[in-house]
């Protein structure tokens, strides 16, 4: 059973990295082009002066990039899933698949996003990149811990009815707004980057991630349906 | 409620999953390879940091 389920994981998180690469290629690398445009006017002579990969090669490593990131992300999702089923969630498998996958990204994307959004190429300051994968890796925790302080919270108040919702809500969103509140905040925006083109960048990043989880969520259901269609069908002779 | 019509599915024993926990490890290692590393465990120097810069940067992962 959860190696079928392992399997599905794995095929929908490749579909979805290669939807979420298609939707970054054709919407988020005119930003990083301009972006680049930007650093190397700059730099001049700046650390992209030597480049390891052609910018024809980055662009294709970014399906490569989206595509095993969908794998991997996919192959966790199933796990949880595998956790889920049955004890916690919608009763139904494509239901469960659709709530699972929204959580993760609230969790995962969300959280993160809010208080460390994306970053086009030319923003940021390589010398804190230490530091700040750090607090990226901690709203990440956090954002993990909040939904599963939810999930147990909704089911402690009764697992149903407005009470467990405003339950689950509460303690889902009190530890991610103090968290919000508490941890440092990062501005590294250079003076005179174009707002239009930071903005633009954040929301076609935003969207490859929406695309990512929605269509994980959305293919894990499909899958899910078909599976349990072929399962109720008399076997052919 | 939904509960009546829709079968009961048993949810698979925590001792199975036990098991497939041992699958972690190698997922995130595939998302670390993809969003942190420098060469420091793929020994690729940053050659597959430079080709999955874009991906890295439009999935919103700090990068430089």
């Known amino acids: 059973m959860v190696r079928v389920l392992l399997v599905r994981g794995l095929l929908a998180g490749l579909l979805a990295g290669f939807a979420a690469g298609i939707f970054a290629f054709l919407v988020g690398e005119p930003y990083v082009d301009s972006a680049?445009?930007?650093?190397?006017?700059?730099?001049?002579?700046?650390?992209?002066a030597e480049e390891l990969v052609s910018r024809a090669g980055q662009q294709g490593g970014l399906f490569l990039a989206t595509a095993l990131y969908g794998l991997a992300l996919g192959g966790l999702f199933a796990l949880a899933?595998?956790?889920?089923?049955?004890?916690?969630?919608?009763?139904?498998?494509?239901?469960?698949?659709?709530?699972?996958?929204?959580?993760?990204?609230?969790?995962?994307?969300?959280?993160?996003?809010?208080?460390?959004?994306?970053?086009?190429?030319?923003?940021?300051?390589?010398?804190?990149?230490?530091?700040?994968?750090?607090?990226?890796?901690?709203?990440?925790?956090?954002?993990?811990?909040?939904?599963?302080?939810?999930?147990?919270?909704?089911?402690?108040?009764?697992?149903?009815?407005?009470?467990?919702?405003l339950a689950g809500g509460l303690a889902f969103l009190v530890p991610v707004a103090v968290s919000w509140a508490v941890l440092p905040a990062v501005d590294e925006v250079a003076e005179g980057f174009p707002a239009s083109l930071l903005w633009n960048f954040r929301l076609a990043s935003l969207g490859t991630q929406v695309v990512l989880w929605g269509a994980l969520g959305a293919l894990f259901a499909y899958l899910s349906y078909r599976a349990a269609a072929r399962a109720a069908q008399p076997i052919p002779v | 409620m939904s509960q009546i019509t829709t079968p009961h599915t048993q949810p698979i024993p925590l001792r199975r999953l036990a098991w497939w926990t041992l699958a972690v490890p190698v997922l995130l290692l595939v998302a670390y390879l993809v969003t942190f590393d420098q060469g420091a465990i793929s020994q690729a120097g940053n050659y597959l940091h430079e080709l999955m810069h874009d991906g890295r940067h439009l999935l919103g992962v700090p990068c430089h």
């Open chain 1, 36 to 48: 680049i445009a930007l650093e190397e006017a700059v730099a001049g002579d700046g650390h992209h």
């Open chain 1, 81 to 165: 899933y595998a956790f889920a089923r049955g004890r916690t969630g919608p009763r139904s498998d494509p239901a469960l698949a659709v709530a699972l996958a929204g959580a993760g990204f609230a969790a995962v994307v969300l959280v993160p996003f809010v208080k460390y959004p994306a970053n086009p190429p030319a923003v940021g300051d390589p010398a804190t990149i230490g530091q700040r994968t750090t607090l990226y890796l901690v709203a990440v925790a956090i954002g993990l811990l909040a939904v599963a302080a939810g999930a147990v919270a909704h089911r402690l108040a009764g697992g149903a009815g407005p009470r467990s919702w």
